[in-house]
């Protein structure tokens, strides 16, 4: 947890607000894949296109951002044990 919020916590490169640091893999926080995808940018900037992200009010844009918070982490070669309704869901495991 401490690694994760010091990489994403506090950041807003998406221009879409702040975003909160998390205490477990159960806050509902990171159901809009926006978590996910600042660490996503700390490894490595250039693989995302902020443009992309949708606001995170509505399911379509909570299930869009998931889809590409996966497509991204792919995209760096990272193991992705999860489908992109398990971010949505908060599904912890």
Not at 3 to 11: D, E, M, Q, V
Not at 30 to 59: C, K, Q, Y
Request: aromatic content about 8%.
């Amino acid at each position: 947890m401490a690694w994760a919020n010091g990489l994403a916590a506090g950041k807003n490169l998406d221009g879409k607000g702040e975003v909160a640091a998390i205490t477990s893999l159960n806050d509902k926080s990171l159901a809009d894949g926006r978590f996910f995808m600042h660490i996503l940018a700390e490894i490595e900037p250039r693989a995302v296109n902020w443009e992309i992200m949708m606001d995170s009010d509505t399911d379509e844009g909570k299930t869009n951002n998931a889809k590409y918070v996966i497509s991204v982490a792919r995209k760096l070669e990272a193991l992705v044990f999860c489908v992109w309704d398990q971010i949505t869901t908060v599904h912890k495991k």
